[in-house]
């Protein structure tokens, strides 16, 4: 995986890194109120190295490693259980097994001194224990350092004890930072498992990685209940969702220059994915332009682009692939949109793969043509019906519809490979369903459509409103 895919992963699942952050702050901080509070009392000792007998003017290697075990001798056997028992007995309060478990010790620099440490939940007790601990040691050092003629103790006090007025336990710090930073292993976890499990493309960063590439043009959520409402293209000319539907007129006619392309067949993997509204709002744009455009509802089980444009869907293409009717100016409905017309489906007679599949087709087909400059044909999902296939046979070239959150990598995969081996080419992806975000910086931009097999032509991609079916 690139750097960029690593930045764009996190980016996408930073709204649950923050969240499981602050959640992670605040249970460091709660479980750090539930927590005793600890006081530390230290006291600094340093061993009495004459009554081990290594008072030599001039001490050789072995005198001073034997001074050297001698010294953690005594500081481990400070901390033995009979030693901590008679200390424990001293002070109320407190057992020898709780004393065992707070008392420690600790070097003091590259020096012959220790500290013996001792917290406690009472400062004061803290105190009294690490005294107790060196009070009880020197009481039982004789019999435990097996020298019962030495006449002065074996530790030496250098600093009494003392414990500092801050408790020393809960370590706030620690335990918030820990916790933020097991929330975020937990959010990156989750993001990563969803992205593993889940198969829908979110993003256009998902689209490139999932084998997709840069979309020709990315569209959003588009405001309205009905197909009519969604017409962005006719009912606000001027919005930035108007704009990207826009944008496809650059590539047509950036691509106009090498090829000639009037037959434009809309397609998607899938049912529901904004390939007729995509459809609708294209034509538009285009006939907004002053060309003169037909749009064509080749989508014969479940037509809908006569709602778009309020218009009635008795007679159309249908009733032309059927051979019930041989003239098409009457079935070319006049809309709105001036330049633009619409080509209804038809009440369907027969199954449309048989019309579709018929040798009218390319007849009707070769009409259009001398009619409009430009066809925009909606077609049935590709991967639910053989319609599709044949209709894509006749047309010079496709745009392919994904919308964000609904198409699936196998989908997307599927289609591809079906356009590849049919060899039906295909200008690119309208990626619809868009979440907008802020502009990312050009090393995070995902690569042109893999789906294209037309020369590249703009180098940029408008994000705006939302996009049905």
Same mark, same amino acid.
Request: charged content about 15%.
């Given at each position: 995986?690139? %750097?960029?895919?690593?930045?764009?992963?996190?980016?996408?699942?930073?709204? %649950?890194?923050?969240?499981?952050?602050?959640?992670?702050?605040?249970?460091?901080?709660?479980?750090?109120?539930?927590?005793? &509070?600890?006081?530390?009392? +230290?006291?600094?000792?340093?061993?009495?190295?004459?009554?081990?007998n290594f008072a030599r003017p001039s001490p050789t290697f072995d005198d001073l490693r034997a001074r050297e075990r001698y010294s953690l001798t005594v500081r481990q056997l400070l901390l033995v259980r009979p030693v901590l028992e008679r200390a424990a007995s001293m002070v109320e309060g407190v057992t020898a097994a709780q004393l065992a478990v707070r008392a420690s010790t600790a070097d003091v620099g590259k020096t012959e001194l220790f500290l013996l440490t001792v917290q406690d939940t009472d400062r004061q007790r803290a105190v009294v224990l690490a005294d107790a601990i060196v009070a009880s040691f020197q009481a039982l050092e004789r019999d435990l350092l097996d020298n019962p003629y030495a006449q002065d103790s074996s530790l030496i006090v250098v600093d009494p004890a003392y414990a500092k007025r801050n408790p020393v336990s809960p370590d706030y710090a620690r335990n918030i930072t820990l916790s933020v930073f097991i929330a975020i292993l937990i959010a990156l976890t989750i993001g990563f498992l969803y992205d593993y499990f889940n198969t829908r493309i979110g993003d256009e960063g998902d689209l490139d990685r999932r084998g997709g590439g840069r979309p020709l043009v990315a569209i959003g959520k588009l405001k309205g209940a009905s197909p009519a409402a969604q017409l962005v293209t006719l009912n606000d000319p001027t919005s930035p969702e108007a704009e990207a539907y826009r944008m496809f007129r650059l590539h047509l006619d950036a691509l106009a220059a090498t090829s000639q392309l009037q037959l434009i067949a809309v397609i998607s993997a899938a049912a529901r994915e904004g390939r007729s509204v995509t459809a609708a709002n294209l034509s538009v744009a285009l006939a907004q332009t002053g060309r003169r455009v037909i749009l064509v509802d080749a989508n014969l089980r479940n037509p809908i682009l006569h709602t778009f444009f309020n218009l009635p869907n008795q007679g159309g293409l249908s009733n032309l692939l059927s051979g019930t009717a041989q003239v098409?100016?009457?079935?070319?409905?006049?809309?709105?949109? $001036?330049?633009?017309?619409?080509?209804?489906?038809? /009440?369907?007679?027969?199954?449309? =793969?048989?019309?579709?599949?018929? +040798? /009218?087709?390319?007849?009707? %087909?070769?009409?259009?043509?001398?009619?409009?400059?430009?066809?925009?044909?909606? +077609?049935?999902?590709?991967?639910?019906?053989?319609?599709?296939? %044949?209709?894509?046979?006749?047309?010079?070239?496709? *745009?392919?519809?994904? #919308?964000?959150?609904?198409?699936?990598? +196998?989908?997307?995969?599927? @289609?591809?490979?079906?356009?590849?081996?049919?060899?039906?080419?295909? @200008?690119?992806?309208?990626? /619809?369903?868009?979440?907008?975000?802020?502009? &990312?910086? $050009?090393? *995070?931009?995902?690569?042109? =459509? #893999?789906?294209?097999?037309?020369? $590249?032509?703009?180098? #940029?991609?408008?994000?705006?409103?939302?996009?049905?079916?």
């Open positions: 995986m690139e %750097l960029k895919n690593y930045l764009l992963f996190v980016w996408r699942w930073a709204w %649950l890194i923050i969240i499981c952050g602050l959640i992670g702050a605040g249970v460091g901080y709660a479980y750090s109120q539930t927590q005793p &509070r600890l006081y530390a009392a +230290s006291t600094m000792l340093m061993v009495n190295q004459d009554q081990g098409i100016e009457p079935f070319l409905r006049v809309t709105t949109q $001036p330049g633009l017309y619409l080509l209804t489906a038809g /009440n369907v007679a027969g199954l449309p =793969s048989q019309l579709l599949g018929g +040798s /009218n087709l390319e007849k009707v %087909l070769t009409s259009l043509r001398q009619y409009a400059e430009i066809i925009i044909i909606d +077609s049935a999902p590709l991967l639910s019906f053989a319609d599709t296939t %044949l209709l894509l046979r006749a047309v010079d070239t496709t *745009l392919a519809v994904v #919308r964000s959150g609904q198409t699936t990598e +196998s989908e997307l995969r599927q @289609m591809i490979d079906l356009l590849r081996q049919t060899d039906i080419p295909c @200008m690119g992806i309208a990626f /619809n369903g868009v979440k907008r975000r802020w502009r &990312r910086f $050009p090393l *995070l931009a995902p690569q042109r =459509s #893999r789906l294209s097999t037309q020369a $590249p032509v703009a180098n #940029r991609s408008e994000i705006v409103g939302e996009v049905g079916d």
